[in-house]
């Protein structure tokens, strides 16, 4: 399934909540969201059914497994188009953080992995030879900024 912007930005926003907050309510996301109860209502019951959520009527928000995934994998997406932006082009940070959510949706996962790997080796992190692939989680930790 392909997400839309929105439901990206549901994902993400409940996974961000889960690290701060122990329950997750209808309520939560609105609020963060700056969206109406019913918006968030209707982007719940579609991510419910798409299997990226487990949610009853009044009940407390969790990501599934999938879920979890899919949203570590748009926060790393995202993090990886401000980091070209910011560090590469010299963008400044209020424009990246915008653009960066706008161009990363436009991109394949085979964009991504590239242009991860071209951002990564430019600014002298590890060389990604370890095949990173947006994908897969066992690369977000080794990335380290190399000591010369």
């Known amino acids: 399934m392909k997400l839309t912007n929105s439901q990206e930005e549901y994902l993400k926003t409940i ?6 907050t122990n329950e997750i309510k209808v309520t939560e996301i609105a609020n963060k969201m700056n969206k109406s109860k019913a918006s ?5 019951k579609t991510l ?3 299997g990226l959520l487990s949610y009853k009527p009044y009940g407390e928000i969790e990501l599934t497994e999938s879920g979890r995934k899919e ?14 932006l910011t560090e590469l ?4 940070k209020e424009n990246a953080e915008i653009e960066a959510d706008k161009i990363k949706t436009i991109l394949s996962d085979d964009s991504l992995n590239k242009l991860a790997r ?14 990173y692939d947006i994908n897969n989680e066992k690369c977000i930790t080794c990335v380290k900024r190399n000591v010369k």
């Open 15 to 20: 996974y961000i909540l889960k690290n701060t």
């Open 40 to 44: 968030v209502n209707s982007a719940i």
């Open 48 to 50: 419910n059914t798409e």
């Open 71 to 84: 949203a570590l994998k748009i926060i790393e997406a995202n993090d990886i188009v401000k980091l070209f």
């Open 89 to 92: 082009l010299g963008v400044s």
């Open 118 to 131: 071209y951002t990564h080796k430019e600014l002298g992190l590890s060389s990604l030879n370890c095949m």
